[in-house]
């Protein structure tokens, strides 16, 4: 025994054994057992060895950097949603949890008691259509949605098997009404259905799923409330049908405020019917009428068909075959071209319209994207309706905006070019960063532009947006009235009003829209409503209180005289105007 | 012979012992990690209901509502900002294009 114990199988050979030659003599019966007993030894060592090198392998290798602990709730939700915040971090969307329950008629304990429990806790809730579903031979079914925290606290406490609650989310939307149009809703499964839940919803579930953080838009819930208030008063104050407006970024595209009303509740989409849930500043195409005036005059300008001092015949309406061309407030005289803007002559921009000619008008329509849906991140986007022959009567008419027929959208991101140095914007919902790269076409030279501006503040300082204008801001613009085409025919007391104002005019910053549906006059306004008398002054107010708070230097301070007059310009007597 | 064996006995217990000591405080520090995670998400899902709603709270109608009825402030007028500093000349650009856009 002694001999085996020493004789180990890592004993060197060479070594002196005690025993000496006797090793070879050893029985058989033993040299089998020291056979087994080496081969268990070796099959020991083996396992123990691949236990080391698990061992190493977990403990040292692999060992995790950071611990990722994933309790219950953070494993992937597919309901789950990013929050949307507005450019300043203010909430608009988010998720609340909440709880959905379920009833399983065949786990059902104590039937008559649990429709009792849930007719005392859902007061609203059908209880005869619950027995049925708890006498049916359903599996399951869904009872109830968005449970409160208290409900489904007694849930519990009820303690029915039959009944159980799932963990739910639910989108919540604090500012109401705000932005409804602008950030949409979800259906109860957390899927976008409108505005940019719709537009971007894959964004906000990889956001959700990544820990990405809150979806940032170009939004500011200041200026969307200021437009949404002044909309809504002068709405009130004319019994207008609607209401739409947008505040741009003229620079980069930038909305700040889009608004349309009459707005719906985004909790409860439905109720408040189609009419509200129609998007009239993307999504509605009209004909807007004299702001589209700018676009003739500047065309004229850019590519010197015309030039300031030329003037044009508005002694009488122009009759072009079946069509009277008339002005709203005729001057019954020869007109320069800004005049032509600051009276709104429909004669005279008719005929700038015909010099310029129809092939360079389209051509200059298709670069500001008139024909095509204006981008933006919304699936409510309203395709222009352009003439179908684009011949002598309507490049005059399209020259004073009737016959091509845009959405608000359109016509505030073709202003922006106008006065930004004569470049498209790409509109956007979403906030850009300040090295974002711009996709921009020149569309006029950045003098034209620069004369634009001018004419657009001679506009505000004497002529139709005289409202607009705003104590110690340079403001510019252009009203526009049209009257509603109705089954084919225009009618003169439904019209669209609108006007676009950009602030401040001598370094654009941004631009204002505001129009109105079938405004009515009042005795405020002598009874006119047209869009001086109820789109400019609620520009003017707008901007009168956005402007402080997006840090735009008055032109004047305190105890500052009225600046100089910034612009001079001859008229066709050869006499001068000046502004201010 | 005989040491080797007291030695790889008393070994052995010292493993067993400390590998018991070091299980038992691993279940421990795993409960109590636990609790934590539960306690973040906890405090993640109220933060979330905070902020969703101090966000209702401050809905600008409602901050308006406020300022009216208690407040004896009005929105700032243009003429009330003095800005510093003033270019002299501002009014004059209407007409000349800035050089940023000349080189867009």
Partial sequence: MKDLAVRCWWRPHHAPVPGGEAERELPPSLERARGRLMLTGVVFLLCFGALVVRT????????????TVTGAGGALNPAARADIVDRNGVLLASNLPTHALYVEPGKIMDRDAAVAALGDLFPDLDLRRVTTLVDSDRKTALLRHNLTPEQAHAINRLGDPGLWLERREQRFYPQGRLFAHAVGFTDVDNRGLAGIEKA???????????????????????????????????????????????????????????????????????????????NRATHGTYELGSTFKPFTVALALDRGIAGLEDSYDATRPLRASRYLIRDHRPENRWLTVPEILIHSSNVAAARLAMQVGAERQRAFFDALGM??????????????????????????TVGFGH????????????????????????????????????????????ETSAIMRMLLYAVVAEGTGGKAAVPGYLVGGKTGTAEKAIGGKYKRDSMITNFVGVFPIDRPRYAVLTLFDEPKGNEETFGFATAGWTAAPTAGAVIERIAPFLGIPAAIGPGESEAEPPIVWRDGDGGQHASL | MRPLVVISIAAFVVAMLAMFLVKHEVRGLERELASLELDRQRHVEAIRVLR?????????????????????????????????????????????????ELER
């Avoid at chain 1, 190493?56 to 611990?67: H, N, S």
């Avoid at chain 2, 969703?52 to 401050?58: A, G, I, K, M, R």
């Fill in chain 1, 371 to 396: 024909f095509e849906r204006a981008p933006l991140e919304a699936p409510e986007r309203g395709r222009p309706i352009a003439p179908r022959r684009w011949g002598a009567i309507a490049t005059m």
């Fill in chain 2, 52 to 100: 969703s709603e101090w966000s209702y709270l401050t809905r600008p109608a409602r901050i308006a509502d406020l300022a009216a009825r208690h407040l004896s402030l009005e929105p700032v007028q243009a003429t009330q900002v003095k800005w510093l500093p003033r270019s002299p000349s501002r009014p004059t650009l209407l007409l000349t294009p800035t050089a940023a």
């Fill in chain 1, 56 to 67: 190493l392998d977990v403990a040292v290798i692999g060992a995790p950097v950071g611990t």
């Fill in chain 1, 200 to 278: 971007v919803g894959e964004e906000l579930r990889r956001r959700a799923g990544s820990d990405g953080g809150p979806l940032a838009l170009s939004l500011d819930i200041r200026v969307q409330h200021a437009l949404a208030d002044a909309l809504h008063e002068t709405m009130t104050a004319h019994r207008a049908r609607g209401a739409a407006g947008i505040v741009m970024d003229v620079q980069n595209g930038e909305v700040l405020a889009l608004v349309s009303l009459p707005a719906f509740d985004p909790k409860a989409p439905d109720r408040d019917g189609t009419e509200a849930r129609f």
């Fill in chain 1, 403 to 446: 016959g091509l027929a845009v959405t608000p959208l359109h016509l505030i991101a073709s202003y922006a070019a106008l006065v930004n140095g004569g470049v498209t914007v790409t509109p956007t919902l979403l906030r850009r960063g300040a090295g974002a790269s711009l996709e921009r076409r020149r569309v006029i030279s950045a």
